[in-house]
């Protein structure tokens, strides 16, 4: 099969007859085998009856139902399992991704040979509520991530080549970075496509102000784990040792200190008169908690079940 298409849905039921015929009739023109697979956050207001009935008269239409909402991140990380296609599409339900952007999505994976190709929508018919806060959080995203060459990090439409999907784990809400997961499991040819943005036609976001916030804390949680979920004990122990020295050196300069003031019979204050005891205490005490925090998280890593597993490109 050419190209899964995989589109989470919360509450779309106005979008879906449109998105599906259209992805049909772009897929036609193209000659393309595929699939739609239509994931269904938990909907209410009647998108899976919609997804049965449209099933009916497209048998390439698929369907996925949660009991509950999970969130984009689980839609898509489930929609990924489910998947057929040598190229893997992903888009948005609410009709703001053109299925147009298709064919030359799918050329940048089979011809250009990309892992990965995200979308980025240079124009866009957002308020700037929503602008400004999205080019900031790109900004830092790729200061952290090292992926120089994307603009928009969250837009829904991306391409994958298969062996991409089926090597990571999208969870949380890890959606807005799949590109840095994809770069570390060792995909690291990843493109950008100029596409067309539309305005909502249906409905309302689903998204709040609070996703910035909590999307600068799950980049903060994927740089950490990518870059030292196998070996924790190099992060806390660096940390742990640096505090612990700095507050042994700081006692012991304050004990000399005392010691030849009073060998010399000057006059000296109590250890515990200087503000900087206390300080080389906290210090000391820190260094210690996060030694030991690097040591029990190196504990729970060599003993997890997926502590050799490792991506493999190859084998002859």
């Given at each position: 099969m050419d190209i899964s298409v995989v589109v989470p849905l919360y509450d779309e039921v106005e979008s879906l007859p449109e998105l599906t015929s259209w992805i049909s009739k772009v897929m036609a023109e193209n000659r393309y085998s595929y699939e739609i697979i239509l994931v269904d956050d938990g909907s209410k207001d009647g998108s899976w009856e919609m997804i049965l009935k449209l099933k009916e008269g497209n048998p390439h239409i698929r369907g996925i139902k949660f009991r509950r909402n999970y969130g984009k991140s689980a839609a898509l990380n489930t929609g990924f399992e489910?998947?057929?296609?040598?190229?893997?599409?992903?888009?948005?339900?609410?009709?703001?991704?053109?299925?147009?952007?298709?064919?030359?999505?799918?050329?940048?994976?089979?011809?250009?040979?990309?892992?990965?190709?995200?979308?980025?929508?240079?124009?866009?018919?957002?308020?700037?509520?929503k602008t400004i806060p999205t080019k900031l959080f790109n900004a830092a995203t790729r200061k952290m991530s090292g992926i120089d060459n994307l603009h928009d990090f969250n837009c829904g439409l991306k391409a994958y080549r298969k062996a991409v999907i089926k090597n990571i784990e999208v969870y949380g809400e890890m959606h807005r970075y799949i590109p840095v997961l994809a770069k570390?499991?060792?995909?690291?040819?990843?493109?950008?496509?100029?596409?067309?943005?539309?305005?909502?036609?249906?409905?309302?976001?689903?998204?709040?102000?609070?996703?910035?916030?909590?999307?600068?804390?799950?980049?903060?949680?994927?740089?950490?784990?990518?870059?030292?979920?196998?070996?924790?004990?190099?992060?806390?122990?660096?940390?742990?040792?640096?505090?612990f020295l700095t507050g042994f050196i700081m006692a012991i300069w304050i004990s000399s200190e005392k010691l030849y003031l009073i060998a010399h019979g000057l006059h000296y204050r109590d250890i515990t008169d200087n503000p900087l005891f206390y300080i080389a205490i906290v210090a000391i005490i820190l260094g210690s908690q996060l030694f030991l925090t690097g040591f029990v998280a190196e504990l729970v890593s060599r003993n997890a079940p997926e502590r050799n597993k490792y991506q493999i490109e190859d084998t002859v």
């Open positions: 489910a998947t057929k296609g040598d190229v893997v599409i992903t888009m948005d339900a609410d009709l703001q991704d053109s299925p147009d952007e298709i064919p030359g999505l799918y050329r940048r994976i089979t011809e250009d040979k990309y892992d990965l190709v995200s979308g980025w929508k240079a124009k866009r018919y957002d308020p700037l509520s570390w499991a060792g995909f690291t040819k990843i493109g950008e496509q100029v596409v067309e943005h539309r305005a909502r036609k249906y409905g309302k976001t689903k998204f709040g102000m609070s996703r910035f916030v909590n999307g600068f804390l799950d980049l903060l949680s994927i740089f950490f784990v990518g870059k030292f979920g196998k070996r924790p004990m190099h992060f806390f122990g660096m940390m742990g040792t640096i505090s």
